[in-house]
């Protein structure tokens, strides 16, 4: 539980009444509830004790630590999660989606792995979605033909790599290869801690502890945190479906209903670990997804099983107070030209896709203006004073639509056909055409309109 702004209150200076304004707030009272909704700080109170201020850092610190694992553009970022339910608040770093190679699988099976990580992605609702991570497994023996993959690893793709080894001196010098693009070591366990500690005192690196019991996993957390390392990641070992989700449970639960810090790190699943059956495979991955893994690692990627598991993904880790939404912009369909019609609607994803492949699909080259609309449908956001001519007029002139087209015609959803009015009070120089209800309508209403011009 997230210690409250009354208990912050107390342990300020002059239990709470020195009151000096010097955060820039008038009381201590009101900088105690500033800081206890993450609104300010520690660093504004200048006159806080050393001890109350590392209790103050670790009472605030976030209940599920965040974990980035990799570097630039395609690093991940795990963790930092507030709820168990997603309808509760929101979840908010996706689970990391990662590939397993091994050094004894055929050299063709492994790049043909690559190649699918690295080529299959998806387009949905304006976003490319694609698995995240490499996971390079020491299983043939021979550790110069582990280090030969983990270097091929790292030359044929940028995506964030997860070190698997058994033999803690291999899995330290496969480190050393890659250590600046901050790789994933599995495992750390208590058999192998001490070694670890002292490599990554000297090397900082990001691990995965494992250990079948709770109080193990704690134990090695908490010697870690002793060391100074806490960029740590957890496996329960579970490999089979019900133990999977008691354990993850169990270690959420801790983390956010008894603030219980040493299971406060985020976890990993590995239902490339748990069956050989892919579809069987997919079903533990969807499972983790839900509950609560942040790295995800299947044995193998094809589309058909992808795409489920990357919708599901998108689906969860979406905020649900905040609709998905395009960018307010012109969006060209069919390689317009100055000639072509002009379109506009909502920026509601799910409006821009219908209107944006129902234009596609007449086959009529078109620019579609998409008005910033609080991500709402047309009518609401018609309701909302969003999608009214007032708010229209002034998008159009600054999209930089007039630029791009020699006419002055502008389509309006048929739904919302009573802007028209005040549409043209706006654009004085535009035709405001009242286009069809509903976006099915186009295929037939866009060739029509466009052979009635040239008429
Ligand atoms: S600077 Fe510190 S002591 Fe002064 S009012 Fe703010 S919280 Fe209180």
Same mark, same amino acid.
């Given at each position: ?82 709820? @168990? ?25 492994? %790049? ?19 698995? %995240? @991570? #490499? ?21 044929? !793709?940028?995506?964030? #790599?997860?070190? /698997? ?48 019991? @709770? &109080? ?32 993850? !449970?169990? /270690? ?37 997804? /839900? ?11 094809? &589309?058909?099983?992808?795409?489920? #598991? #990357? ?14 939404? @395009?960018?307010?912009? /012109? ?7 100055? %000639? ?31 008005? &910033? ?48 009015? &005040? ?33």
């Amino acid at each position: 539980m997230a210690i409250k702004g009354t208990d912050i209150v107390k342990k300020l200076p002059e239990a709470g009444k020195k009151n000096c304004k010097e955060c820039g707030l008038p009381t201590c009272f009101a900088f105690a509830m500033k800081l206890a909704s993450g609104g300010i700080v520690l660093d504004k109170c200048p006159y806080m004790t050393p001890e109350v201020r590392a209790e103050l850092e670790d009472a605030l610190a976030p209940p599920i630590k965040p974990v980035t694992v990799g570097k630039g553009a395609n690093a991940v970022t795990i963790g930092d999660e507030q709820v @168990m339910y997603r309808h509760e608040k929101t979840f908010v770093h996706q689970p990391g989606i990662a590939v397993l190679i091994s050094d004894n699988e055929p050299e063709s099976e492994i %790049d043909n792995k690559i190649k699918k990580l690295k080529e299959v992605q998806f387009s949905w609702v304006g976003k490319t979605l694609k698995a %995240d @991570m #490499l996971a390079v497994q020491f299983k043939s023996g021979d550790r110069g033909r582990y280090e030969s993959l983990v270097k091929k690893a790292l030359a044929a !793709t940028d995506c964030p #790599l997860i070190l /698997i080894s058994e033999d803690i001196d291999v899995l330290l010098s496969a480190h050393n290869i890659c250590a600046d693009r901050n790789p994933l070591l599995y495992p750390v366990t208590t058999a192998n801690i001490d070694k670890v500690i002292s490599a990554v005192k000297a090397k900082p690196a990001t691990v995965v502890i494992r250990a079948d019991k @709770m &109080e193990d996993l704690a134990s090695l957390t908490g010697r870690l945190k002793e060391a100074g390392i806490e960029d740590v990641i957890m496996d329960p070992g579970s490999r089979d479906l019900l133990s999977a989700v008691r354990d993850q !449970t169990i /270690i959420r639960r801790a983390a956010l209903k008894q603030s219980f810090r040493p299971l406060g790190y985020p976890t990993i699943g590995f239902p490339c670990f748990m069956t050989n059956d892919r579809m069987s495979e997919t079903i533990l991955a969807s499972m983790f997804m /839900i509950k609560y893994a942040g790295i995800i690692v299947l044995s193998h990627i094809d &589309e058909h099983t992808l795409l489920p #598991l #990357l919708a599901q993904r998108l689906n969860i880790y979406t905020d649900p107070r905040i609709p998905m939404s @395009m960018e307010e912009n /012109i969006y060209p369909v069919n390689n317009p030209d100055a %000639d072509s019609p002009v379109l506009i609607t909502s920026n509601w994803a799910l409006t821009y896709f219908l209107v944006a492949s129902e234009v596609e699909s007449s086959k009529v080259p078109a620019w579609l203006l998409v008005k &910033e609309a609080g991500g709402l449908g047309i009518l609401t956001a018609w309701a909302a004073g969003k999608f009214s001519g007032d708010s229209i007029a002034p998008f159009v002139k600054r999209s930089g639509i007039e630029g791009k087209v020699n006419h002055r015609h502008l389509i309006i959803p048929g739904k919302v056909a009573r802007i028209r009015g &005040e549409l043209k009070e706006g654009l004085p120089d535009w035709d405001i055409i009242v286009g069809p209800g509903d976006a099915n309508e186009i295929p037939a209403y866009l060739p029509k309109l466009v052979k009635s011009w040239k008429q």
